[in-house]
């Protein structure tokens, strides 16, 4: 009897220690994990461009179905724009032995100096720029993760201040434990497969004028859209998903909202690049928009045609769920697609023009100037300007209308790029640490040029009369 008993009791204790277990397990199901990633050290008013492997993954094994990244300190502090701007930051997940993956719209990246590429061994799945995009995946979906992914990051950070400083990359997840329907996101890029996705928008149309570009990207897999965002520069007006397989019929649009005059981003100097907006908005479907593997989505660009916009992005990220069950791409689209609230606001791109800045001699901070200091050099059509030593070698140049001028990279080993910051017309180079970049001045005026990379130490006036 004795026996039977302990052995009863025994039995209650392990059934009190699996229920307790059991407990704990689903109190453990959903969690919220942060990593970090730094320190990145950048020098006084650089801008500093990476691609980093390895940063911290997930940590555990599940489904992300929330995500947000901030610049933040050593303890964790949110960096104010006054000192560092996180300018964007791509999330990159190759997988692990078993699970590998694959971007789903390029076959290879492109790199920073333009020229070199690597097989597309790894898949974007979250981005996020100065408007802070965030993922928010529907209930009951998740992008699958494994503490034993690699994980990658491309970034870019700006320094505002004339000292050294250094940032860390703070992203935080939402990670359920259990399986949920997993998602695979698609890279809707107008500029795609390019760690630096850019393009320019020469913006010399007539007030009210738009410029559009638009990409087409194949479906690999049948399923529904559950939830997308975007990403626009200075400038952007909208982000437009259509299906050119259903008579291009609009699936998702992402609007753009832009500060006030007084916020941080028209205001905090130097101000090295056009401000981009405060926040776009992102979509959510529950049910899901319908795809079939081997149809087409579009993605629509819109910026302003007005005035230039250079080295700006259209990307949306769009989350798909995949079904094999689906097999009409034009099938009436779902009644419950909905968007995030616009905050506060400016809805139309604010006209902006971006000053050239330079550093004053007696107290090494940056200044607003209006062309770098030297005599101005009448040239040629067809002469040639030096990109060596972080300089310009002719940095105050008049042409005649229609002259080219072209630009020789030589620094070798060091990326510079050549773009208009004000001006007539919008021109931007690829980033080169050899060739050359040509650019032909078809318009009079005064067009104010810096490397994008670069910009407080590299600068350049070309007077065209
Ligand atoms: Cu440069």
Redesign the pocket.
Known sequence: MARRRSVGIIALALALALTLLAAATASAATQTVSRTFGPIKIGGYEVKQDTTMGIPNAGVDGYVTDMTVNVVDRRGKPLPISRIMLHHVVFLNMGSPGDMRRDRTCGEFTLWNSRDTLPALAERFYAAGEERAEMHLPPGYGYRVSSRDTWFMVWMLMNHRQMPDEAYVKYTMTIEEQQLRPVTPYWLDVANCSVDPIYNVPGDGRAGSLHRRTAEFTMQESGRVVAGSGHVHGGGQSLSVTQPTCENREVARFLPTWGARSHPFYNVKPILHEPGPINVTTMQSPTGIPVTAGSKLALTSTYDGALPHTRVMGISVIYVSPDEAVTDPCAALPGDISYSERPAGRSTPPRFTVPLTGIDPKTGKAVTIQAPPGRRVALRSGSTVDVRG?AFSKPNIALRKGARLTWRFRDRG????VTLASGPIGFGSDNLDRGTFSQRFTKKGTYRIF?A??PVA?TESVVVR
């Open positions: 972080f060091a990326i510079h790029n490397c990379l670069h590299m």
